[in-house]
């Protein structure tokens, strides 16, 4: 059988979706007063860069910005383990008190976003986390939804939904392999 791509967001498309949530997120947080965004490795820490970089427009602020690897995390490590790299949590900065906006470039199951937490903890007692996310295709095993979405995308368990970035690590597309 022949796999077929389907583009969701072209370039621009993506990047009115990242605007979009930088305000969502300014609005609803209030402003950047103990705001962070962690992203998780390697696809949500390109986009919390980018939202990141949008706000600093919109706010004339910058917001800190960090990454979270959660292969130790994961609750299939043992099936895995030897197989899977680890990757670098790159927070330089306290979650103590801090509204961290956790972001992912697509959530399905929960489990990535739940291991995500998990990682978060062990940095520190954070006063709230949030979920942000390009783009939200169903399917969840876990009671975890996202408070800001680009798009939502009802797929089938056999389909695929992949973000795909350039050399500079920015997001130019976002295609549905069915």
């Known amino acids: ?80 383990a030897a197989h899977l790299p680890v990757g670098k949590t790159d927070i330089a900065f306290s979650l103590e008190g801090k509204r961290v906006v956790l972001v992912d470039d697509v959530l399905f199951t929960g489990r990535t976003i739940r291991a995500a937490m998990d990682a978060l903890m062990d940095h520190g007692r954070a006063q709230s986390i949030q979920l942000a996310v390009l783009i939200d295709r169903g399917h969840r095993e876990l009671p975890i939804r996202a408070d800001f979405v680009g798009r939502n995308v009802p797929t089938s368990l056999k389909e695929n939904v992949a973000v795909i970035f350039n050399e500079k690590e920015q997001p130019v597309e976002v295609v549905l392999e069915k």
Do not use: C, Q
Not at 15 to 24: G, V
Not at 45 to 61: P, Q
């Open 1 to 80: 059988m022949m796999e077929t791509l389907t583009v969701l967001l072209d370039e621009s498309g993506i990047k009115r979706a990242l605007t979009r949530i930088s305000h969502e997120i300014l609005e609803r947080n209030k402003g950047v007063k103990d705001l962070v965004l962690i992203g998780i490795r390697s696809g949500g820490a390109f986009l919390a860069e980018e939202i990141g970089k949008t706000i600093a427009i919109i706010e004339g602020v910058t917001v800190p910005v960090g990454a979270v690897d959660i292969t130790l995390y994961r609750d299939d490590i043992k099936s895995h």
